[in-house]
């Protein structure tokens, strides 16, 4: 059973939390959690649980959250960067309202 897919999942890390030098924890859908060591070169990680391949994608600073969009639907969601900071996660859910209008609004300006 041969698929050509490279990655079975997708996560963003903080560029910040890989910076401290400390072992940081990449979570996995399943709950299973693997553990990396910064300088963190590696493109993906095997979740020792579920054995799914995770590619890990590292953006610079403390980005918080990223916009993704829904597979199914289309509409702007909010994807947490693992490894930002609380402050950043920790979005009330009016905060959550405004970001997402504001994508909603970017993603219907590129249609037209
Ligand atoms: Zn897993």
Redesign the pocket.
């Known amino acids: 059973m041969k698929k050509k897919r490279k990655f079975d999942l997708h996560t963003f890390v903080a560029g910040d939390a890989l910076e401290s030098g400390d072992a940081f924890p990449v979570h996995?859908?399943?709950s299973?959690i693997i553990t990396v060591f910064s300088p963190f070169e590696e493109e993906f990680v095997v979740?020792p649980?579920?054995e799914?391949r995770i590619g890990i994608h590292i953006l610079d600073g403390d980005p918080g959250y990223i916009f993704g969009a829904n597979p199914a639907t289309g509409e702007p969601i909010l994807i947490p960067v693992q490894g930002s900071s609380e402050q950043k996660l920790n979005l009330s859910p009016k905060e959550r309202e405004r970001l997402l209008a504001e994508a909603r609004k970017r993603f219907s300006e590129k249609k037209k």
């Open positions: 996995c859908n399943c299973g979740c649980k579920c799914s």
